[in-house]
């Protein structure tokens, strides 16, 4: 099983909806998760920490479930300006910070 | 203001050269990363230091080398025995333990 593992995509939404994806991780001591996103060709760009059960900011929410080891990023009301590719980081044994492949959405109007 | 540079933005050298990208950060993190990204994939780590004089490779080292000997800076070369050091590089620094990382802007390299 891979450290980190995400649903590649692409996940095709309308303006609007709701979108949800996983995060899978193998290693069970991991305590903090990160949420990145990344636009094309540029950087990643921090979008939200997740140090407990979850963490909400406006339209994202994530949560954590550690029985089953994922994590999950929900968008509500998705807007065409969400179109990107989301990266989640978990830190494995030696603070070694892995990424996921990444998720792609593409929010259509 | 503070923050990760990386330079140069786009690289270009022939094979058989070794090159070095160049990541400075004034952010006073002790951690800093590199990572390398292919089209279409995720970020794979290459080396990795947490503190001055010390670092540790990462799942991709070979190929790769790096130092650390001031806090700000964390270089890193391409040497010739990387195979295909075609990539977007992006270096990254974090205060450490459960942070979260902040990146530069990335340097692409295209070795012909």
């Known amino acids: 099983r891979k450290e980190v593992e995400q649903d590649p995509g692409p996940f095709n939404v309308p303006e609007g909806a709701t979108v949800a994806f996983n995060c899978t991780y193998s290693n069970s001591a991991s305590q903090s998760f990160f949420w990145y996103r990344q636009d094309c060709r540029k950087e990643p760009k921090l979008l939200m920490s997740?140090?407990?059960s979850g963490n909400e900011d406006g339209r994202f929410t994530a949560q954590l479930n550690r029985a089953s080891q994922y994590i999950s990023l929900l968008i509500r009301d998705s807007k065409l300006s969400d179109s990107a590719t989301y990266l989640c980081?978990?830190?494995?044994?030696?603070?070694?910070?892995?990424f996921g492949g990444g998720t792609r959405v593409l929010v259509k109007p | 203001d503070g923050g990760i540079t990386q330079s140069p933005k786009y690289l270009f050298r022939k094979e058989g050269q070794n090159v070095t990208l160049s990541c400075e950060q004034n952010l006073n993190h002790d951690a800093m990363y590199w990572y390398r990204q292919d089209p279409g994939q995720g970020l794979r780590l290459i080396y990795y230091?947490?503190?001055?004089?010390?670092?540790q490779k990462g799942d991709i080292a070979e190929g790769y080398s790096v130092s650390r000997e001031k806090k700000e800076s964390f270089p890193l070369t391409v040497t010739s025995a990387q195979k295909n050091p075609t990539a977007f590089y992006l270096c990254?620094?974090?205060?450490?333990?459960?942070?979260?990382?902040?990146f530069g802007n990335g340097t692409r390299l295209t070795v012909t």
């Open positions: 230091s947490q503190i001055v004089n010390d670092f």
């Open positions: 997740v140090y407990s």
């Open positions: 980081v978990v830190p494995a044994a030696g603070n070694k910070l892995t």
């Open positions: 990254a620094s974090s205060i450490g333990g459960d942070s979260p990382l902040h």
